[in-house]
């Protein structure tokens, strides 16, 4: 089994910055997939972030531009670094474990589709003020 612990959450002002991290344990075999997902009061979780185990990222277009995702294999730790925060960012942020998709052009890669991570931490909360 694969067990992720959230840390790094919390309240700022707009426009300030957070770091999430993830720490993972447990793992029997290679993993393809991590990322970051979120949930807001009354609203559908959605992916944000995500990366594969060879490095290639990709970002949900509100997003893109203001969140890098990283990772640090040595520490088996996932990484959210989100800059120029809006309210709309406000969410409990989800770490996610799971498996990559073989795509069209033949690589693989890590999609937002929720049912292809197995394994989820138990949530941070983001709180961003105007």
């Known amino acids: 089994q694969v067990q992720l612990v959230e840390s790094g959450g919390g309240s700022v002002q707009a426009g300030g910055s957070l770091r999430l991290s993830c720490a993972a344990s447990?793992?029997?075999?290679?993993?393809?997939?991590m990322g970051w997902f979120r949930q807001a009061p009354g609203k559908e979780r959605e992916g944000v972030a995500v990366?594969?185990?060879?490095?290639?990222?990709a970002y949900a277009d509100s997003a893109k531009g203001r969140f890098t995702i990283s990772k640090d294999g040595a520490k088996n730790s996932l990484y959210l670094q989100m800059n120029s925060l809006k309210p709309e960012d406000t969410a409990m942020y989800y770490c996610?474990?799971?498996?990559?998709?073989?795509?069209?052009?033949?690589?693989?890669?890590?999609?937002?589709?929720?049912?292809?991570?197995?394994?989820w931490g138990q949530g941070t909360q983001v709180t961003v003020s105007s």
């Open positions: 996610a474990a799971g498996a990559d998709w073989f795509v069209p052009s033949g690589d693989r890669r890590c999609l937002f589709y929720m049912n292809s991570y197995n394994y």
């Open positions: 447990g793992y029997t075999a290679s993993s393809y997939c």
């Open positions: 990366i594969h185990s060879e490095g290639k990222t």
